[in-house]
Every structure is written in structure tokens, then in C-alpha cells.
């Protein structure tokens, strides 16, 4: 549970991550100089806009009628003038610099991450002192803490400062350093070349959040003297410093400035609380806290393969997936990301989580809601995050909002809608620059559709009732009457989406290349989801018969799923050549994962050609492309691939100062790489080797779906499952040796096994029902946890 290094980081790729939801610390561990980069996830430009485009009502017509006729590429460049403006960018805070005046002359260096306590440690010796650094970021008292110890007394002298690429300015506040700096009210996306990519409002009267940040000390012994050039401690032993930061931002919907309490009562406040905790209070808090989370999930895939003492990076190249402890140490890397990036009350993980050094940022560090954002939030629910989970649903309920007013001034329907990008602001409109933009990626309407997943997938773990009626299905269904009024008749009787694009890849015609069609498998697919969901909730809650019935009548005439001539699920309504076989997207396969459309039981040949369509994608692409084929294959239940999979994702894009760029994989942190650095790679390692192990998402439950060969021996426990159950299993030679399943809500338990089961109860066998040969159904108390094991095996 350990990433661990001989030597400090040298680029900001090779840091350690360390969060509380709200601040987050990129942290390089060097010797003579350390440097922490900072992040807050309220940090970002702008300020609220109207970016929606009432134009677009006037062309959309026109553009389905080019459609119509085939005309693609002119109806790509109609698609043009219906976009709107780029959204903001996520910022980087600043850094927390500490120069020591030991020099750099070192021996005995070790850099560690455990993950299972989410403490990061520098150890290193001088001569005979040995020095120490123990850091974290607290959610119990929301600051960054920063121990330092001299093994020999009197042997600190630490110097301490802030810096930020903002526009800022330092001060001394009574026993404090501060940063205060303002925002940029609009920074360009990094793609779009620009001769004033930043701009500030006029000081003193711009619109752009202001932000501060103060460092405080506490020694033990020696000297503390804080001036104009930051905290200088002289001749200590040992000392804790506490950073602490608050911006301005007062909701998506206002525009920054004074609220009730400013970025400077904030982070003081938290800074007065901290300070006045002894060190080992605070640590002991943040431990407890952070392991109420983490503990719940445990897993062990066999013995690890590494020496002891091996720097990670040296472990991912010299092993990759063959060694099953690295593949464990993957799977919780990803957990530890996700609680330390999405707290409740904070806002959602972006393309980078919280953590960002660049002032433009790859994608402007924003929300891609193709699939990025989604990605971002599998792992919560099946890894047992839920608390984890609601950054992202609150943030869906601010899209709606929104999202409502692009979709009449942009379209005239009802509902709400979202597009490809959003931002703390909560952008909804297609973004572009009213024009600029490429429309396989600028224009795609089917976001909001796609994110109501969540809140659905939400309530299927949970079973929470409430939610589903005040929250949940208020969204989804203002989502499914977007989606009502945006199809279209196809002309033979069949709805369909137009303009449609399969997000960021392309299609040959003979006329040229193209993105803009009708009814992409994706839209459909998720449509079809939402549909469903939303007749689900429906039904569960008595509620709205009348549009549960209009739904299931659309849903019955939706375009169908076709199987193209090289046996693959079509991408396009039309069997179109792909501009790329191998495209890191996989977005026609939506309804195979996450989704619930297909499966080998019901539309068995709809399944057997998405996986033809899987088999054509290959197995090289991005980071996050590979995490999202793990749950593919696992889906398909072979383990194996997956496995390889997984083994394509371990391998190091960055070698020294060389980065390749010409596959996908992790940076020596494992943080995952597109490359550059994207989060959702991680999240997305995360949930399919959950995938690999549990499976719910159709109407019964599965242990070891897609296990791998190669781990033949092995257990889990705390992963959840659908229906409110908690799951635990243990394995032994490639097969089920028992499990455990503990009720939450009393719903009945279906399992799917294609060995005879036996269920036992407080030591008594149950009776069960058999389904049919590969199911079986058995009643269930809540709070009740049941035995599994094999027939004869027992």
C-alpha cells in the first residue's frame, strides 16, 4: 500500500498527490529544496456567463436537413454556427517553497505515499542527523499539514515561502505568511493559439474570484522570525507548518466577490483551529477520517513479485501487471484519488482531479463530459465511495439548472441539456468559440443524458427512496424530455438524433471526411438508458404512469442497432468506414459498459458484434482508453484481456525528460497518462478490475466474472453490489472457494453461478428458488450477511 522512490521528484509528473477533497498538495520531496504545488478546487477563471447561443435554433433545421441529404461535410460546417464559447480553466494555486540550509548533499533517501493512511514521508541523512517529513492534507480541519524533525537538536533551519503564477501579493499578518492574488477573468483553452490567452479584469473592479492562502508554523525549540520574504525557522528540532486557502467563489451562478465569509476569514479560521491542535491530535484525526473510507475495500490478488525496497517506477517497468501486488497497489491508488479529489460539499473531480501546476492547462483542466467525467466517478459506488459520489451529483443538479435555459434558447425543447465542456460555472452550451471549434468534439448534445446515469446508478446501490424522488428523478426526467423533443422521425417510422456525432472520432465518405450525422450508436444507446432509468423510477415510486408509458412507446421506436459488414456494431446510423480503426474512443460500446443495453442473455447479437467492434479497436490506445477496454473485456468476461489491458496501462510514458506520446500508460507517480497527465485513467483502473471481480448492472449478481489465469488465488471484500448488498469472496485455484454477502436494504439476492451454490444463513442452509440453470434466487434480511460456497466444496 505503498508508492515509494530513492530519489525526489524532478519534474512535476514524478510528485506525489496528497488531498482532502478541497486542497491538494503535488508534493517533489527534494532535499535542499522541497516544493509542494498547490491547489483549491474552487481556484478556476471567469466568472458566470450567458454562453448560449440563440442562433443555433435558426440553423438547426438546416443542418438536419443536409443531414438528411447526405451532405455531411457541409452539415459539419453548419454545425459551426451553433456553438458558443470555450469554458474557463482550472488554475494552479501556487506552490509552498521550503529552502534548507543543510545543503544537497545527501545519503539514505526515501520517498514514500502509503495509501492506506494517506500519509506522504521524505527521509533522507545529512552527515549523522537524519531529517524527516511526514505531510498531509486533513479533511477534519481542512488545512495542509507539514511536520519536520531533526534527529539531532537544533539542526533545523528551514526557510518557508509562497509563490503563485497569479497575479498576487505577500504580507505579513501578525505570525503569518500570506498570498492574497486575484483570478484571470478568461483564460483560452491551451489548443487555441492566442496573442492574450490571459486576461485579468481591471484591479480593483474585475470579476475574476480572489484568493488567499496563509502559512503558519508552530516549533517545538528555535527561533521564529516572519518577514516580507516568508517564515524563516533557525535552529529547531522540530516543527509543524500549516497551509490553509479560501477563494471567493459564492456558487456557479454568482459572480465573485464578498459572501459571508471572505477567502481571508476562511482560511484563517481554519488555520486558528489547526494551530491550536497538538501535531498527533491532528494527524490521528485525518488517519481516522480518511481510513473510514478507505478501509472498507481490501483485496489481495496473490504474492507480490517486487523486492521489498523497489522504487515503484523501477516495479512498473521491470513488472507491469505480472506482478499482482502492483495491480492491487493500481486498484487502491485509484480509491485514494477519488476520496482525496471528491469530498462532500466540494467540488467535482475535474480532468485532473484537484491537482494542476499550469496556468493553461491541457483541456483547460475542465469537465469533459464526453466520457471523462463519467469515467471520473465509476469506481465510486462498486469501490464503495458512495459520500465520494456526491460532488458530482450536486454538480448534475447545477448542469440542470442551466443546462434547462441552452435547451430552449439553443433548441426550443424542454428538459435541460449539456454539451461536450463545463466548468465551475456550469457551462452547458456547445463550446467552440462560435465557430472555432472542430464539431466531432465541440458539438454533442447528449451530455446531461449521459450524466443522469450516475444519479440513477446512485439509487441502484443505495436503494435510497428518498433520493430517488426528490433528486434523482426530478433530473432524470427533465433529461428525458430533452431527449423526447430532440428525436426526430428517420423517415421509415424510427426516431432518431440529429445532429449527431460520436464523440471526437470520425467517418469516411466518398465525398470526404466527416462527423456530423444522424443517430450515433452512443446517442441512442444513451438514451435508451435514460429512458429505462427513468421507467424504472417510475415504477418504483408509483409515479407518473401516463410518461412511464410514453417513454416505453419512444424507446420501442428508437433507431435500431445494426451490425455492420465486418460483423462490428455500427458506430454510425450508416455502416461508415472509420477515419481511425484504432480511436482511443470506444463510445458506441456505452451500452456494453457502464451501460446495461447489451448483454449475451438479451440481445445476443448486438453483444457479439460489440465485442467484433472491441477486437477492431485493438489494444493500444490512451491511458483512460485502456481503463475503460478493462471493463470492456471484463464485461465480455474474459479476464485475460482485461489483464493485458492492465499491463498496457502499467508502463511508463515518461523517461527522463522524454515523454511518448505514442501510447497511453502512467508517469512514475502512476498517475495515469493520455498522455499528458489525466485522472480519469486511474479512476477507470479502478472500477474494471472491480468489474473483473463483481458484476450487478443486470438482474443478478456475479462473483469472478472475468478472473485472470494468472491470479489464481485470491480475495475481496467491501465491494458493493445493486440491490444493496455488500460483497466479499475468496478464491482458490481459479476458482470460488466461498463468499459473503451481507443485505443492506432485505431486497431478494439473484445469483448467477454456473456451479450448483449453497447458501447458509446463521449456519443453516437456505432454501433458494432456482431461476433457471445459471440462476438462482434466495430471500434476504437487512443487515444480514450470507454464506456462498460451492456444492460439494463445503
Known amino acids: 500500500m505503498k508508492l515509494q522512490y530513492d530519489r525526489p521528484a524532478s519534474v512535476w509528473t514524478e510528485g506525489l498527490p496528497m488531498g482532502n477533497g478541497r486542497l491538494g498538495g503535488m508534493i ?90 494517506a500519509l506522504h514521508s521524505v527521509e533522507y541523512q545529512v552527515g549523522n542527523v537524519t531529517y524527516k517529513r511526514e505531510m498531509f492534507a486533513s479533511n477534519p480541519h481542512q488545512v495542509i499539514v507539514l511536520r519536520l524533525t531533526a534527529s539531532v537538536q537544533g539542526k533545523l533551519h528551514v526557510h518557508a515561502a509562497l509563490d503563485s503564477p497569479l497575479r498576487h501579493t505577500l504580507q505579513v499578518k501578525e505570525d503569518r505568511f500570506v498570498l492574497s492574488g486575484t483570478a484571470p477573468e478568461h483564460v483560452d483553452p491551451s489548443y487555441v493559439a492566442s496573442d492574450n490567452p490571459i486576461r485579468y479584469g481591471e484591479p480593483g473592479a474585475g470579476k475574476g474570484m480572489v484568493f488567499e492562502g496563509q502559512l503558519a508554523v508552530t516549533a517545538e525549540d528555535g527561533q521564529v522570525i516572519v518577514d516580507s520574504q516568508g517564515i524563516h525557522l533557525l535552529g529547531a528540532t522540530a516543527a509543524t507548518f500549516y497551509f490553509s486557502a479560501a477563494t471567493s467563489f459564492n456558487g456557479y451562478d454568482n459572480v465573485p466577490g464578498k459572501r459571508e465569509k471572505g477567502a481571508s476569514v476562511i482560511a484563517g479560521s481554519f488555520l486558528n483551529i489547526a494551530t491550536a491542535q497538538p501535531y498527533t491530535s491532528l494527524r490521528d484525526a485525518h488517519i481516522s477520517d480518511y481510513r473510514s473510507l478507505f478501509d472498507r475495500v481490501k483485496l489481495k490478488l496473490g504474492t507480490p513479485l517486487a523486492p521489498d525496497g523497489m522504487s515503484t517506477s523501477q516495479r512498473i517497468t521491470t513488472y507491469a501487471a505480472e506482478d499482482p501486488g502492483l495491480v492491487e497497489l493500481l486498484f487502491h491508488y485509484g480509491r485514494y484519488l477519488l476520496i482525496s479529489s471528491s469530498r462532500p460539499g466540494t467540488q467535482a473531480a475535474n480532468l485532473q482531479g484537484i491537482w494542476n501546476a499550469l496556468t493553461r492547462p491541457p483541456w483547460s483542466s475542465n469537465y469533459t ?111 428525458a424530455l430533452f431527449a423526447l423533443d430532440w428525436l426526430i422521425d428517420d423517415g421509415s417510422g424510427n426516431l432518431t438524433t440529429a445532429p449527431s456525432t460520436s464523440p471526437e472520432h470520425k467517418f469516411r465518405t466518398a465525398e470526404g471526411i466527416a462527423a456530423v450525422s444522424s443517430g450515433s450508436t452512443m446517442d441512442i444507446s444513451l438514451i435508451w438508458e435514460l429512458f ?17 408509458k410514453e417513454l416505453e412507446s419512444v424507446r420501442e421506436r428508437l433507431q435500431p442497432l445494426q451490425v455492420g459488414k465486418y460483423g462490428q456494431l455500427q458506430e454510425w446510423s450508416e455502416d461508415f468506414e472509420d477515419e481511425d480503426t484504432y480511436h482511443r474512443h470506444t463510445s458506441h460500446l456505452v451500452g456494453v459498459y457502464p451501460g446495461r443495453q447489451l448483454s449475451e442473455e438479451e440481445t445476443p447479437e448486438w453483444f457479439a458484434a460489440a465485442r467484433t467492434s472491441l477486437e477492431r479497436r485493438g489494444d493500444e490506445s490512451t491511458g483512460w482508453s485502456l481503463g475503460w477496454r478493462v471493463a470492456l473485456w471484463s464485461r465480455f468476461r474474459d479476464g485475460n484481456r482485461s489483464l493485458r489491458l492492465l499491463s498496457n496501462m502499467l508502463r511508463l510514458v515518461k523517461d527522463g525528460d522524454t515523454e511518448q506520446y505514442n501510447h497511453g500508460g502512467v508517469y512514475a507517480n502512476l498517475l495515469g497518462a493520455h498522455p499528458p497527465f489525466q485522472i480519469d485513467g486511474n479512476f477507470a483502473a479502478s472500477a474494471g478490475i472491480a468489474e473483473m471481480l463483481v458484476q450487478s448492472h443486470l438482474s443478478y449478481l456475479e462473483l469472478l466474472p472475468a478472473l485472470p489465469d494468472s491470479w489464481q488465488k485470491g480475495c475481496v471484500s467491501g465491494l458493493r453490489a445493486r440491490g444493496g448488498f455488500e460483497v466479499s469472496i475468496r478464491w482458490d485455484r481459479g476458482q470460488l472457494a466461498e463468499a459473503q454477502i451481507t443485505s443492506m436494504l432485505g431486497t431478494d439476492c439473484v445469483l448467477r453461478s454456473d456451479v450448483p451454490l449453497i447458501v447458509t444463513s446463521n449456519g443453516t442452509q437456505l432454501d433458494t428458488i432456482r431461476i433457471n440453470a445459471s440462476t438462482l434466487r434466495f430471500p434476504t434480511s437487512a443487515g444480514q450477511t450470507y454464506s456462498i460456497a460451492v456444492e460439494g466444496d463445503q
Not at 463519467?374 to 439548472?401: F, K, Q, S
Not at 466548468?423 to 467552440?432: E, F, I, K, N, Q
Request: proline share 5%; charged share 20%.
Open 28 to 117: 517533489f520531496g527534494g532535499v535542499e529544496q522541497e516544493k509542494i504545488g498547490l491547489n483549491e478546487d474552487t481556484l478556476w477563471s471567469g466568472y458566470p456567463t450567458d454562453g448560449n447561443n440563440p442562433g443555433a435554433k435558426e440553423v438547426l433545421p438546416k443542418v438536419r436537413k443536409l443531414i438528411q441529404e447526405r451532405r455531411y461535410q457541409e452539415a459539419d460546417t453548419l454545425t459551426r454556427e451553433m456553438q458558443g464559447p470555450y469554458t474557463q480553466s482550472y488554475l494552479p494555486f501556487g506552490d509552498l517553497l521550503l529552502r534548507f540550509e543543510h545543503g544537497g548533499i545527501h545519503h539514505s533517501y526515501k520517498r514514500t505515499l502509503d495509501i492506506e493512511q
Open 532 to 548: 429505462t432509468n427513468c421507467m424504472e423510477a417510475a415504477e418504483r415510486l408509483e409515479t407518473d404512469m401516463e410518461f412511464r
Open 369 to 479: 463530459l464526453n466520457i471523462n467525467t463519467e469515467m471520473n466517478y465509476w469506481p465510486a459506488e462498486v469501490c464503495n465511495l458512495a459520500e465520494c459520489h456526491m460532488p458530482l451529483l450536486d454538480m448534475i443538479g447545477n448542469l440542470a439548472e442551466k443546462g434547462a435555459e441552452t435547451a430552449q434558447v439553443n433548441y426550443g425543447t424542454r428538459g435541460w441539456t449539456a454539451h461536450h465542456n463545463s466548468d465551475l460555472w456550469a457551462h452547458t452550451a456547445p463550446v467552440g468559440n462560435y465557430g472555432g471549434g472542430d464539431p466531432s468534439w465541440a458539438y454533442w448534445p447528449m451530455g446531461g443524458v449521459w450524466l443522469t446515469q450516475h444519479l440513477w446508478e446512485h439509487y441502484a446501490f443505495s436503494g435510497n427512496e428518498t433520493y430517488l424522488r426528490t433528486t434523482a428523478y426530478p433530473l432524470m426526467k427533465e433529461a
